[in-house]
């Protein structure tokens, strides 16, 4: 394992990274680099431990190659080394893959995450090939893969979790955003001790910790960070009453979300914090939902 694989999973071990929003501009499609900055200091300055930048809530696979890079760069840029940050570098094509696995280690990224390529079902034995070639390609990068079948259509099997592990010397670990808490069971029995498995699903978040999760990659840390940090604090201490009463409010401010529009109403929740995010990707809907941020708040 590398050692800087090593260091960053203790870094991050016992915390929440907040699946950044990625503010963009009127026209839906240009990142807004000086909101990025506001958005990473809003996110440090309220505990967090890291930052999982372009992934889902990020609205990477919904921006150009170009865009993606300057996303990358800004928020790296701004972070300064306060906190690790994570690089989602997965796209469709392994050409564009590589590009941004490539860009993230020229500037020196913490890590990258790639999700499994979507939409055409693919075996295990070509995902374990397609995840090796990234590597490769930035051997001395730590590599975590994103495992969220729902909406990827390919999944990472526990089967394969350990297979990375086994084969790829710069493996650090998984984003696992499953529904089912068996899956992610066999995902934490399956990895050794030096791969760290990052929850992503919110509403099952305590349980995924006590399994052995690492520490948590939320989408709604990324505009409401308090419970998460409270939570994964709570749990870091042995406080397990504390961590249960921050469970229950994050799956309070769950339930308050509009179905169909998450990641609007995440964007409405900044711009009603002060941080501007702009709308979503067209042809994403972003909702006006005044008052939203008050009705949550009251939560807290």
């Not at 958005?39 to 921006?63: K, N, P, Q, Y």
């Not at 650090?172 to 089912?180: E, F, H, N, P, Q």
Request: aromatic fraction near 4%; hydrophobic fraction near 50%; charge should be negative.
């Amino acid at each position: 394992m590398l050692e800087k694989t090593a260091t960053l999973i203790a870094r991050l071990t016992g915390g929440v990274l907040p699946a950044m929003a990625t503010p963009l501009q009127d026209d839906g499609y240009t990142v807004a680099t000086d909101v990025v900055a506001d958005l990473v200091d809003f996110l440090i300055e309220r505990g967090v431990r890291g930052l999982f930048v372009g992934g889902t809530t990020g609205e990477g696979l919904m921006l150009s190659l170009r865009e993606r890079m300057r996303l990358h760069e800004s928020a790296w840029l701004a972070t300064a080394g306060r906190v690790p940050v994570l690089l989602h570098a997965g796209a469709n094509t392994t050409a564009e893959t590589l590009a941004l696995a490539r860009h993230a280690a020229s500037m020196g990224a913490d890590a990258i995450v790639v999700i499994t390529p979507t939409f055409f079902g693919m075996p295990d034995d070509a995902l374990l090939a397609y995840f090796a070639q990234i590597a490769e390609a930035v051997p001395r990068m730590p590599l975590l893969v994103y495992d969220i079948p729902q909406m990827a259509m390919n999944g990472v099997s526990p089967d394969l979790l350990a297979k990375l592990a086994e084969t790829i010397p710069n493996f650090a670990g998984i984003k696992c955003s499953r529904l089912d808490m068996q899956v992610i069971r066999r995902h934490i029995d399956a990895a050794p001790p030096e791969v760290a498995l990052f929850a992503g699903n919110e509403a099952i978040a305590l349980g995924s910790l006590a399994l052995g999760a690492r520490g948590l990659i939320s989408g709604l840390a990324t505009a409401i960070p308090e419970p998460f940090v409270a939570l994964t604090d709570a749990f870091s201490c042995g406080d397990m009453e504390t961590a249960r009463l921050e469970q229950q409010r994050v799956n309070r401010l769950l339930a308050l979300l509009p179905a169909g529009a998450r990641i609007g109403a995440i964007k409405q929740i900044l711009q009603q914090r002060g941080v501007p995010a702009g709308g979503c990707v067209p042809p994403r809907p972003s909702p006006e939902l005044p008052g939203l941020w008050a009705r949550l708040e009251a939560l807290l």
